[in-house]
């Protein structure tokens, strides 16, 4: 016996990615339902071998169902989360709304498991940003060994994070740099992305700070530890997917490189390819597609007592959004819903 599944924002990146995962996954489905807006309605989406038309959102009736993926923005989160939510069926949410809210959890399978059960508070899970997803799968199995103290930060995130129209832009002023009789302004970003770095994403705050850096800090606290310390820099980077960060740690107890790297190669979600040689890591274009995070260039950091290096690159699309939500899903039916 399966479940009865929801991908709300079929259409989109993300849910066209939860979709795949979780026929890959070969995740328990009895019945699924594609949901869009109205501008996308009857737009055809896939489910392994099956093709699905999308269904009206604004009008759909959850009741009935078991869970539902939303992957859609905050604002039709906040409408139509709660009615499902009040139908008995339990959302998985990918959008910023819920991460925050001290009733609600906020999960990555491979750190907090135990928090599934507080779903029962207001029907709803939340998923961590993409940023900080791959981060606290690194960062959970030192912190179990040496305690961390203090997390320094500098992300380099693809433009997938901001949608289609992002990756568009990049596409069409790569072009343009070849084609100087074209000229593609920036929409999406504010400044051009083609062959450049921005470091500004999402809204600054008043201490100078954008939101997308306060994110990294809120959730990582929220997620594993809130005594530990995070400053984090988010930069935006002309890769169409894959995030990569460069994280420096500071332990309360000393930990070898040498065991840090044995430990993170036992701990679930993440793969070490750690060869000092040319090559010997993993870039962004090398994740695509997969299911772990990558670990690379893990050393010790001589300028602290207690201080590891390691650079971090994962698929934003699949564990920063699709994959850890079909997880989530994964473990709400085998610790609670019990019924694959």
Request: proline share 5%; aromatic share 8%.
């Amino acid at each position: 016996m399966g479940y009865r599944v929801v991908i709300v924002g079929a259409t989109g990146n993300v849910g066209r990615e939860m979709l795949n995962i979780l026929a890959e996954r070969q995740f328990p489905v009895d019945e699924i339902a594609v949901l869009a807006s109205r501008k996308s309605l009857g737009t055809e989406v896939t489910f392994g071998e099956t093709t699905l038309k999308t269904q009206d959102l604004a009008i759909f009736d959850f009741a009935g169902w078991d869970m539902a993926l939303f992957a859609v923005g905050s604002a039709a989160t906040k409408d139509f989360a709660p009615k499902a939510a009040a139908a008995g069926c339990v959302v998985i949410d990918n959008s910023s709304l819920y991460r925050y809210d001290p009733a609600i959890p906020l999960i990555v399978p491979e750190v907090n498991p135990e928090a599934i059960h507080d779903y029962k508070n207001k029907n709803i899970i939340a998923n961590p940003n993409c940023s900080t997803a791959q981060m606290v799968v690194a960062l959970k199995p030192i912190h179990d060994r040496a305690k961390i103290k203090r997390v320094v930060v500098s992300t380099y995130q693809s433009v997938s994070g901001g949608g289609k129209d992002a990756m568009e832009e990049l596409w069409e002023q790569t072009k343009a740099v070849y084609n100087p009789t074209k000229d593609v302004p920036p929409t999406k970003f504010t400044k051009e992305i083609a062959f450049n770095v921005i470091p500004h994403i999402d809204v600054f705050l008043d201490d100078g700070s954008t939101k997308e850096e306060w994110k990294m800090v809120a959730e990582t606290k929220k997620i594993i530890d809130k005594s530990i310390k995070v400053t984090a820099t988010c930069v935006r980077v002309p890769v169409f997917v894959g995030h990569s960060e460069s994280v420096n740690i500071e332990t309360e107890d000393f930990l070898d490189e040498d065991e840090a790297r044995d430990i993170l190669r036992e701990a679930p979600g993440l793969m070490v390819i750690d060869k000092r040689e040319d090559g010997g890591y993993v870039t962004p274009k090398e994740c695509v597609g997969d299911f772990a995070t990558f670990i690379s260039r893990l050393r010790q950091d001589p300028t602290v007592e207690n201080g590891l290096n390691l650079w971090c690159v994962s698929d934003n699309l699949r564990k920063g959004a699709a994959l850890n939500a079909v997880q989530i899903a994964e473990l709400l039916g085998r610790e609670v819903l019990k019924k694959g």
